[in-house]
C-alpha cells in the first residue's frame, strides 16, 4: 500500500512539475504564439488597443533588433521605436490579418541562445477577397535575465532552402 501511495505521489509531482516549471522550448513556443496575436489585427481593433498589443510584441524582442529580408532589401537592425512603428504601420496595412506560426524548431546550439526555424502564416482579409501567405522565418533568440528575447528574424528565401 505505501508502495503505491509513494508511486502516485511521485506521478502527480512529476506532472505538476512538468506543467508549472515548463521547458525552455515552451518558453519560446509561448514567446512565439504570443507575438503572433499581438502582431495580429482585426476590423473592431482601435487605436489603442493595436498600440497596446505592439508595446507587448515589443517586450519580448532585445534591441537592436537585426530584421533581413533580401527580396525587401532589408538587412539592419531596429531599435525599439523604429520596430513599433514598423509593427504598427503593419498592423494599420492588414487589417483582418491573422499571425500565427507552424512547423517550429527550436535548436539550442550554445547556453542561453536558440535557433528558431519557423513558418509564418498570414491569413486575412482585403476588401475584395482572402489572401494565405507563410514565408519561412530563421529566428534568433537569447536569454536575458531569465526570459528568452528574440533577437533577429530572417526570412529565408525560396531559393536558399
Known sequence: ??????????????????????????????????????????????PLPAFKKV?????????????QVESQNINRAFSKKELSDHLLLLKKRAVNTQFSFHDTVVNFPI???AE????????????????????ELKIQVKKRDGDWLFSSFTVVEFMEK
Not at 1 to 20: G, P, R, V
Open 1 to 46: 500500500m505505501n508502495t503505491k501511495l509513494l508511486l502516485l505521489t511521485t506521478l502527480i509531482t512529476l506532472a505538476a512539475l512538468y506543467f508549472f516549471f515548463p521547458s525552455e522550448e515552451k518558453k519560446i513556443r509561448r514567446n512565439l504564439d504570443s507575438l503572433a496575436e499581438y502582431c495580429s489585427s482585426s476590423a473592431e481593433e482601435g
Open 111 to 113: 547556453d542561453d541562445q
Open 116 to 135: 528558431v526555424l519557423s513558418t509564418l502564416s498570414l491569413d486575412g482579409k482585403t476588401k475584395d477577397s482572402r489572401f494565405t501567405d507563410a514565408y
Open 55 to 67: 508595446m507587448l510584441a515589443g517586450k519580448l524582442c532585445l534591441y537592436p533588433c537585426r530584421v
